[in-house]
């Protein structure tokens, strides 16, 4: 089992937080070309050794298409693999809030999560200043999330049921009754930019468990 931090907004903690949360789409770094069979599974990426001939590499969890030809690691991990969650918080007023997160240590750190205002281990103290997700150290992180299953497939084939999955509130902005998929089309337009849903590119498509912290 091995453990990689993921990123997630303050709208999809509270959804993780809540329960409601279940999946996340994360677009392929490399795109396999139109109406291509992917499979995903554990596979032996083919190397060149330093005669210039191909040899099985070492065995990988990941995506493959066009024959074996092309191959692609998942950076998320295989199922049974655990991840971290990464979200935005703040640390006291004071000597911490001028130090750098690669210099607070968990037993002298009191910090509030911004997704909800929670504080870690139920301290009071003075908000301070912000720290992006991408800065939360590993010892911070109060979500765990344990990878149940990966797949591929086209960012437009995401069915009702799955767009529930990826935290839907029930209802879109404003109050308006939307459909999970129309939910998650704007979602996704508001994080990737303007045409990334026309694009319809391939994406993993992690499903996953929460686990309890200590477990």
Same mark, same amino acid.
């Given at each position: 089992?091995?453990?990689?931090g993921i990123l997630f907004s303050a709208p999809?903690?509270?959804?993780?937080?809540?329960?409601?949360?279940?999946?996340?789409?994360? *677009?392929?770094?490399?795109?396999?070309?139109?109406?291509?069979?992917?499979?995903?599974?554990?596979?032996?990426?083919?190397?060149? &050794?330093?005669?210039?001939? #191909?040899?099985?590499?070492?065995? +990988?969890?990941?995506? @493959? @298409? /066009?024959?074996?030809?092309?191959?692609?690691?998942? *950076?998320?991990?295989?199922?049974?693999?655990?991840?971290?969650?990464?979200?935005?918080?703040?640390?006291?007023?004071?000597?911490? /809030?001028?130090?750098?997160?690669? $210099?607070?240590?968990? #037993?002298?750190?009191?910090?509030?999560? #911004?997704?909800?205002?929670a504080n870690r281990h139920g301290a009071t103290?003075?908000?301070?200043?912000?720290?992006?997700?991408?800065?939360? *150290?590993?010892?911070?992180?109060?979500?765990?999330?344990?990878?149940?299953?990966?797949?591929?497939?086209?960012?437009?084939?995401?069915?009702? %049921? &799955?767009?529930?999955?990826?935290?839907?509130?029930?209802?879109?902005?404003?109050?308006?009754?939307?459909?999970?998929?129309?939910?998650?089309?704007?979602? @996704?337009? &508001? +994080? $990737?930019?303007?045409?990334?849903?026309?694009? $319809?590119p391939y994406v993993w498509a992690i499903t996953?468990?929460? +686990?309890?912290?200590? %477990?």
């Open positions: 089992m091995k453990e990689r999809m903690v509270r959804a993780l937080l809540d329960g409601g949360k279940t999946q996340t789409r994360r *677009p392929m770094s490399k795109q396999p070309g139109e109406d291509t069979d992917v499979r995903v599974e554990h596979f032996h990426q083919t190397v060149v &050794d330093k005669h210039g001939d #191909e040899q099985p590499g070492p065995e +990988i969890f990941g995506a @493959w @298409w /066009d024959m074996g030809e092309t191959g692609l690691k998942c *950076p998320y991990g295989a199922p049974g693999d655990r991840l971290w969650v990464r979200e935005a918080w703040r640390t006291a007023v004071g000597l911490m /809030d001028s130090e750098p997160p690669r $210099n607070l240590r968990p #037993e002298n750190s009191l910090i509030r999560y #911004e997704a909800d205002g103290f003075s908000q301070g200043k912000l720290r992006p997700s991408l800065f939360m *150290p590993r010892w911070a992180s109060r979500i765990t999330l344990e990878i149940t299953d990966v797949r591929v497939e086209r960012l437009g084939e995401i069915s009702e %049921a &799955d767009a529930v999955a990826e935290g839907y509130p029930g209802y879109g902005v404003g109050g308006v009754n939307w459909s999970a998929r129309h939910w998650y089309e704007l979602l @996704w337009l &508001d +994080i $990737n930019g303007a045409g990334s849903w026309d694009a $319809n996953f468990k929460r +686990i309890e912290q200590g %477990a």
